[in-house]
């Protein structure tokens, strides 16, 4: 069964860094696209970043500059590093791994990013 | 890196069939046959419906199927349930590489 289990959320001030986890089981991701989406509060998703299989990383551009998006394959992990946080960084981030043809995503259940000061 | 556009909220009665559109552009929708769509519960993580424009992940009932005409995507709903309310989003990939999603779409069941 596939599973993500995101982690690393919290609260953080204007400006810090944060690095968000995603541990996969039942999953490689080195061997899918995987894509980080977040959700402000009461608001719709909004992509942020992806990685491929082959290992290009594209972002949003919103977050571009700011947070990078990596993996390691010894860990089977996802991860975002988070620099230059701002307040409409706020949000819920889920990471997500192609699991379905093409466009088929499997998500984690999310971590809550909360930059206030 | 504009959102996809679907209608802020469908409604129908239980038995009643509903469609959600999400219109795009010839950078996303329209260049590729990889529209997904995502159902999310109040507090939940969103779960995958539709892959690949009108392919159900096993699980999924077949009450629900996706379709594609030039730059719009349509999600259908048919026998609708009380249990099919719930938020509802769109996504394609773009020829910049990138993901987008659609604004969202609120299914009530009157």
């Known amino acids: 069964e596939v599973q993500l289990v995101e982690s690393g959320g919290g609260l953080i001030q204007p400006g810090g860094s944060l690095r968000l986890s995603c541990a996969a089981s039942?999953?490689?991701?080195?061997?899918?696209?995987m894509t980080w989406v977040r959700q402000a509060p009461g608001k719709g998703l909004e992509w942020v970043s992806i990685?491929?299989?082959?290992?290009?990383?594209f972002y949003a551009d919103s977050v571009k500059g700011r947070f990078t998006i990596s993996r390691d394959k010894s860990k089977n992990t996802l991860y975002l590093q988070m620099n230059s946080l701002r307040a409409e960084d706020t949000a819920v981030y889920y990471c997500?791994?192609?699991?379905?043809?093409?466009?088929?995503?499997?998500w984690g259940q999310g971590t809550l990013v909360t930059v206030s000061s | 890196q504009s959102a996809l556009t679907q209608p802020a909220s469908v409604s129908g009665s239980p038995g009643q069939s509903i469609t959600i559109s999400c219109i795009g552009t010839?950078?996303?929708?329209?260049?590729?046959?990889?529209v997904s769509w995502y159902q999310q519960l109040p507090g939940k993580a969103p779960k995958l419906m539709i892959y690949?424009?009108?392919n159900r992940p096993s699980g999924v009932s077949n009450r629900f199927s996706g379709s594609k005409s030039g730059n719009t995507a349509s999600l259908t709903i048919s026998g609708l349930q009380t249990e099919d309310e719930a938020d509802y989003y769109c996504?394609?990939?773009?020829?910049?590489?990138?993901?987008?999603f659609g604004t969202g779409t609120k299914v009530t069941v009157l």
């Open positions: 039942g999953f490689t991701v080195t061997s899918n696209y």
């Open positions: 997500a791994g192609q699991s379905r043809g093409y466009s088929g995503y499997q």
């Open positions: 990685i491929y299989s082959g290992g290009g990383t």
């Open positions: 690949d424009v009108s």
């Open positions: 010839n950078g996303d929708i329209g260049n590729f046959n990889y």
């Open positions: 996504s394609s990939y773009t020829t910049r590489n990138t993901l987008v």
